[in-house]
């Protein structure tokens, strides 16, 4: 079984750019999370996907990031404009509905200098 | 919303036994879970138990669970150096989505060969 793909695995960018990372998670895994992983700390959820549709995006800040997974399996991450404080490690995960367990991509590691 | 906390760092010899310890603040949770995450790698699903079970044994890994303190720990017995790496304890939170983990800020293990 193939895992959850996630492209590019670094990005350096400048503050003020723009950055878009992809995912593209296990075949029929119905349910897509974007986390972002901060150095040092656990990953903490920016949104959830069920399909096509946005369950909780409650946690993302809205007045920069963006997501979507317009054909309910492959979904993209955009940060407009970048901050400093946006260095991170984004994990995407997918799993099956109900289901805890998810399977997690290398993920895309952010650098904004 | 669901609290998790971990020691940092735990450093063992090869061949020793490694407990690595977490708490968590929902009582509510069902299932609890330990992931791992390699340098540069996304997280793995290394166990979990249900809420119900004191114990469960997977191999090397015995994952305890004390319902009444909140506390779950992970043990890993006769340690190896290919387990050097960051464990995380992941609980289900309660935000507005389902299916959504908080992780605590992860446990770095070292192994001394």
């Known amino acids: 079984e193939a895992g959850v793909a996630q492209s590019p695995r670094y990005k350096i960018i400048e503050k003020r750019q723009s950055v878009a990372f992809w995912c593209n998670p296990i075949s029929g895994h119905a349910t897509l999370y974007w986390y972002q992983q901060i150095l040092g700390q656990g990953p903490k959820l920016l949104i959830q996907?069920?399909?096509?549709?946005?369950?909780?995006d409650s946690q993302l800040p809205k007045d920069r990031f963006s997501a979507e997974r317009l054909k309910g399996v492959d979904s993209t991450l955009k940060i407009q404009p970048a901050k400093l404080e946006d260095s991170a490690v984004y994990l995407c995960?997918?799993?099956?509905?109900?289901?805890?367990?998810?399977?997690f991509g290398s993920g895309t590691r952010l650098t904004v200098v | 919303g669901e609290d998790v906390e971990q020691s940092l760092f735990l450093s063992v010899r090869e061949g020793d036994s490694s407990v690595i310890n977490c708490t968590y603040t929902d009582s509510s949770s069902t299932y609890l879970y330990w992931y791992k995450q390699e340098p540069g790698a996304g997280l793995q699903l290394l166990t979990y138990i249900f809420s119900n079970m004191d114990m469960k044994q997977d191999q090397r890994l015995t994952v305890l669970l004390n319902k009444k303190d909140k506390h779950l720990s992970l043990r890993i017995a006769d340690t190896q150096t290919g387990d050097s790496a960051i464990y995380f304890c992941a609980a289900p939170s309660s935000g507005a989505g389902s299916y959504q983990l908080t992780f605590g800020k992860g446990t770095k293990l070292s192994v001394i060969p």
């Open positions: 995960a997918s799993s099956f509905t109900g289901d805890y367990g998810y399977t």
């Open positions: 996907f069920q399909n096509n549709g946005v369950v909780d």
